[in-house]
């Protein structure tokens, strides 16, 4: 709920950041996110995709090559308060990149440029969900400094059991 309630709030201040082919998501490129979603996750919470996409464009990226997208990277802000009052956190929502843009560095700058700017915007750790089977996806986090922190199931999908992960940021 606090999420709801805050984490629009905290995206109307959102900086973005330059990137090199990667854009914010708009309603032209949703039928070749949601194929490449279907491709990865056999098309499950698209209509969660699609309400991201709208809600959440500004946080919403794709990445492109020679005007193909190649994949698409979605998060929403996660406000925590502590005692040294509100922590920003990120989760990615949803993370792929189509079979045929695998293995040539897509989902690495996608979360590179994504990461840099949740550090210009005070983000202090990122969280994601990956299923325990997708040995490359857990090479490509582990190399950017996510650490394993839970083992899950229900969230990746129904009986599948996920790892929580997470990369801290200095704030």
Request: charged fraction near 30%; aromatic fraction near 10%.
């Amino acid at each position: 709920m606090l999420r709801d309630i805050i984490g629009p709030h905290l995206i109307k201040k959102w900086k973005n950041t330059r990137k090199e082919n990667i854009v914010s998501v708009d309603e032209t490129m949703l039928p070749e996110v949601l194929r490449i979603q279907a491709e990865a996750f056999d098309g499950k919470n698209q209509e969660s995709l699609i309400k991201y996409s709208r809600k959440l464009s500004k946080i919403f990226y794709v990445i492109k090559s020679q005007d193909k997208i190649a994949g698409y990277c979605a998060y929403y802000l996660k406000p925590e308060f502590s005692l040294k009052g509100l922590k920003k956190k990120s989760v990615i929502y949803s993370i792929a990149i189509g079979k045929k843009f695998q293995g040539k560095g897509y989902g690495r700058k996608l979360l590179e440029e994504s990461i840099k700017e949740m550090k210009l915007n005070g983000i202090c750790s990122v969280l994601l969900y990956v299923n325990v089977e997708n040995t490359p996806a857990i090479k490509l986090y582990e190399k950017m400094g996510f650490e394993i922190v839970q083992k899950t199931e229900d969230i990746c999908g129904q009986s599948e059991k996920c790892f929580v992960m997470e990369l801290k940021l200095v704030c």
